[in-house]
């Protein structure tokens, strides 16, 4: 049964950084796009992000644009996402999507707060 399992999230301080992964099982991710997305209390879940199956083209989208890196590593069928100067307003649940498979993972939480 193909899965995505997100890991990484956690309480941090303002201006801190995280990583989070993804990490599928029961297929291979070297085929697919993958996307970032996340999802704030009481707000729609909106995407951070998408790269390419071979990790050379990655778009960002809304407010963590130009603080946070999306990268893969196929060979691990992991993608992660690197966050950095983290805000409270990054408080969220953060999943990842594989967009062709309509697959999502179950999220992880991220917490910013002092």
């Known amino acids: 049964q193909a899965q995505l399992v997100e890991s990484g999230g956690g309480l941090v301080q303002p201006g801190g950084s995280l990583r989070l992964s993804c990490v599928g099982s029961g297929f291979g991710l070297e085929g697919d796009a993958m996307s970032w997305y996340r999802q704030a209390a009481s707000k729609e879940r909106e995407l951070v992000g998408h790269?390419?199956?071979?990790?050379?083209?990655?778009y960002y989208e809304g407010s963590l644009k130009g603080r946070c890196t999306i990268s893969r590593d196929n060979a691990k069928n992991t993608v992660y996402l690197q966050m950095n100067n983290l805000k409270p307003e990054d408080t969220a649940r953060y999943y990842c999507k594989a967009p062709f498979r309509s697959l999502w993972g179950q999220g992880t939480q991220v917490t910013v707060s002092s």
């Open positions: 790269i390419n199956s071979v990790g050379n083209d990655v």
